[in-house]
């Protein structure tokens, strides 16, 4: 999902770089979204790892 939204932050920089404003602003917006979902996906399963490496206990 990360790479998803370095390849929007991009296409938004060569549209800019071009000048097409409408089609930076879109991208730029979905790599924004993409981010910050990434971002608390991650800190989510970080903290069920941390939780749920308590709970391990191994039967033999």
């Known amino acids: 999902m990360l790479g ?3 390849g929007f ?3 938004a920089i ?3 770089i071009f000048g ?3 089609i ?4 730029a917006t979905i790599a ?3 981010f910050f979902v990434f971002v608390v ?7 069920v790892g941390v939780v ?3 709970r391990t206990t191994v039967n033999l």
């Open 52 to 54: 749920s490496r308590g």
């Open 4 to 6: 998803w939204a370095l």
């Open 9 to 11: 932050f991009i296409i």
């Open 20 to 22: 097409f404003g409408g």
């Open 41 to 47: 996906l991650f800190l989510l399963s970080l903290v």
């Open 32 to 34: 924004k979204i993409l």
């Open 24 to 27: 930076a602003a879109g991208a």
């Open 14 to 16: 060569i549209a800019a």
